[in-house]
T-cell receptor, first 114, second 112 residues
Framework: DTGVSQNPRHKITKRGQNVTFRCDPI?????LYWYRQTLGQGPEFLTY????????KSRLLSDRFSAERPKGSFSTLEIQRTEQGDSAMYLC????????????FGDGTRLSIL | SQQGEEDPQALSIQEGENATMNCSYK?????LQWYRQNSGRGLVHLIL?????REKHSGRLRVTLDTSKKSSSLLITASRAADTASYFC????????????FGQGTRLTINP
């Protein structure tokens, strides 16, 4: 399968713990995006990378959140000192840069904070 | 914050009927895209329509775009049980990256 891959699919953790999610984009895609989706809502943009450069961050991305894409391939999203409000589905998407290209999404990581 | 709204929020129809969903947005856009999401899964891209296009077809899907009214519609013809899902419209701005701004979605149920 050459689609966007996210791991883990589910993560349950206690409040205050740190968590890290991984996203492997489609191999030739140089743009990578992170979104967050809560129940009954559409996804909300968090941040995006062009190759290894993080070019935009949403105000939703507090200082407890950090994302990296060190070699311009896979990306990680870390949440430190998790809070109950962090419970959500975290979605990764990738796309080509040229022209009007659709974003291709992974199946997400569902985070539950106890 | 959400860009706009989908209407209706939920739609239930019989298999074989047509389903129409509407999307409104607030700011000028570059493209508008429709996505489908099955429960607990990621989003699947359905169709992209550029701001200078008015209508686009893909299989049983027909999308229209009216930039003067800042609205779009998605028509699914001859619906099937497998079309049961949530449908989202998403827009990207004229300038800047293609970060998408989503509506709240329409929950479509096809009854056999």
């Amino acid at each position: 399968d050459t689609g966007v891959s996210q791991n883990p699919r589910h993560k349950i953790t206690k409040r205050g713990q740190n968590v890290t999610f991984r996203c492997d984009p489609i191999s030739e895609h140089n743009r990578l995006y992170w979104y967050r989706q809560t129940l009954g809502q559409g996804p909300e943009f968090l941040t995006y990378f062009q190759n290894e450069a993080q070019l935009e961050k949403s105000r939703l991305l507090s200082d407890r959140f950090s994302a990296e894409r060190p070699k311009g391939s896979f990306s990680t999203l870390e949440i430190q000192r998790t809070e109950q409000g962090d419970s959500a589905m975290y979605l990764c998407a990738s796309s080509l840069t040229e022209g009007n290209q659709p974003q291709h999404f992974g199946d997400g990581t569902r985070l539950s904070i106890l | 914050s959400q860009q706009g709204e989908e209407d209706p929020q939920a739609l239930s129809i019989q298999e074989g009927e047509n389903a129409t969903m509407n999307c409104s947005y607030k700011t000028s856009i570059n493209n508008l895209q429709w996505y489908r999401q099955n429960s607990g899964r990621g989003l699947v891209h359905l169709i992209l329509i550029r701001s200078n296009e008015r209508e686009k077809h893909s299989g049983r899907l027909r999308v229209t775009l009216d930039t003067s009214k800042k609205s779009s519609s998605l028509l699914i013809t001859a619906s099937r049980a497998a079309d049961t899902a949530s449908y989202f419209c998403a827009t990207d701005r004229i300038q800047g990256a293609q970060k998408l701004v989503f509506g709240q979605g329409t929950r479509l149920t096809i009854n056999p």
